[in-house]
């Protein structure tokens, strides 16, 4: 029996999806090693990385969770992790970087700047985006996390050139240095 497994509910928000997903791993004895929740443009989703309790296996989890699932009008998946040790940076010597990126909305902002990070071997541990401004005025920004980033100073380089190819504004700094 997996030791940990991955349960991922998705639906339109409302109310107390959290606290009735969070009861069944309670009673369970489940615990929740690592958690991602979030809503976009109205629906919610969650992810969490799970140790399972004694005797839950994944049926049992699919078990209880298919009745709120239904009731809820959430899309659920689980899936077994083989290993779920928290995951080091491949580089000992390798940065932990924020990126941030703001300018006017255009197709093609995410795949351009995830592939520039994937030149340098940057590894994309968390990326967030969001569309505001005024009507007709769309502007994006993304907040992504990286490790393991070998070159900072090249990839600060080829990410200024990128940004000035997209007339758009990246800023990278460490990830542990608090910056206002």
Do not use: W
Request: hydrophobic share 45%.
């Amino acid at each position: 029996m997996a030791d940990f497994a991955l349960l991922s509910l998705t639906g339109a928000d409302r109310p107390g999806i959290v606290a009735r997903i969070t009861r069944v791993l309670f009673d369970t004895g489940c615990n929740i090693e690592d958690s991602s929740m979030t809503r976009l443009r109205g629906q919610f989703t969650v992810m969490l990385v799970l140790r399972l309790g004694d005797g839950v296996d994944l049926a049992r989890l699919n078990a209880l969770f298919a009745p709120i699932a239904s009731d809820m009008g959430l899309n659920l998946h689980t899936a077994p992790i083989a290993n779920a040790a928290p995951v080091a940076a491949e580089h000992e010597d390798g940065s932990c970087c924020m990126i941030n990126v703001m300018g006017a909305d255009k197709p093609g902002i995410v795949y351009r700047v995830t592939q520039t990070l994937a030149d340098y071997a940057a590894n994309v541990v968390d990326l967030e985006t969001q569309v505001g401004g005024a009507p007709g005025r769309p502007v994006y920004g993304m907040v992504i996390e990286v490790e393991s980033v070998a070159n900072p100073d090249g990839l600060r380089s080829a990410l200024q050139a990128l940004a000035k190819e997209l007339d758009i504004e990246i800023g990278l700094r460490d990830a542990d240095v608090f910056q206002l």
